[in-house]
T-cell receptor, first 114, second 114 residues
């Protein structure tokens, strides 16, 4: 988990509210990613960004939004349009050149919406 | 699109016995393959990767993985399992279209029995 911080660790929200999850990295990585993890489904990519001020939709982007104004930060907003937001959310970062393509993960945020 | 399959939901092994977690992959071009481990309510930790070179790759905590191109497999192994190896293990393959995306398998729960 070193080098990537996610806050808070646990988050509770009422249905219909937007909520923003924080992700910060000090690894000087260009690329950052957001995943959603549900039991038995592995990791699914929500959004990713390979450079500041640019990002792309992943496989399940509906109901989510992101920004990448700084290299170190990639916050994720879970909007009220996301039909089933309760999940474990993981942020990751990686290099985009050389041979070190592995992604490094933060400790995760568990979001519960009731 | 690239994909990985982890055919077993759970692997049970006695402490001290060899541990194998299976992974097969599908990708266009040369495969870049990764193994991660996840402990409960934590982020994923990088274990090892195959980019090129020797088919047997050594990683963290005594784990190794064998790349087999003809069988499109990348099985994770450990000669002698510890109770502390009980965790969720993910195999991943990198997208070769230049966007650094990883496709993850659904994960294997490993239970090491004392």
């Amino acid at each position: 988990d070193g080098g990537i911080t996610q806050s808070p660790k646990y988050l509770f929200r009422k249905e219909g509210q937007n909520v923003t999850l924080s992700c910060e990295q000090n690894l000087n990585h260009d690329a950052m990613y957001w995943y959603r993890q549900d039991p038995g489904q592995g990791l699914r990519l929500i959004y990713y960004s390979q450079i500041v001020n640019d990002f792309q939709k992943g496989d399940i982007a509906e109901g989510y939004s992101v920004s990448r104004e700084k290299k170190e930060s990639f916050p994720l907003t879970v909007t009220s349009a996301q039909k089933n937001p309760t999940a474990f959310y993981l942020c990751a970062s990686s290099r985009t050149s050389g041979s070190s393509y592995e992604q490094y993960f933060g400790p995760g945020t568990r979001l519960t919406v009731t | 699109a690239q994909s990985v399959a982890q055919p077993e939901d759970q692997v049970n092994v006695a402490e001290g016995n060899p541990l194998t977690v299976k992974c097969t992959y599908s990708v266009s071009g040369n495969p870049y393959l990764f193994w991660y481990v996840q402990y409960p309510n934590r982020g994923l930790q990088f274990l090892l990767k195959y980019i090129t070179g020797d088919n047997l790759v050594k990683g963290s905590y005594g784990f190794e993985a064998e790349f087999n191109k003809s069988q499109t497999s990348f099985h994770l192994k450990k000669p002698s399992a510890l109770v502390s190896d009980s965790a969720l293990y993910f195999c991943a393959v990198r997208d070769n279209y230049g966007n650094n995306r990883l496709a993850f398998g659904k994960g294997n729960q490993v239970v090491v029995i004392p």
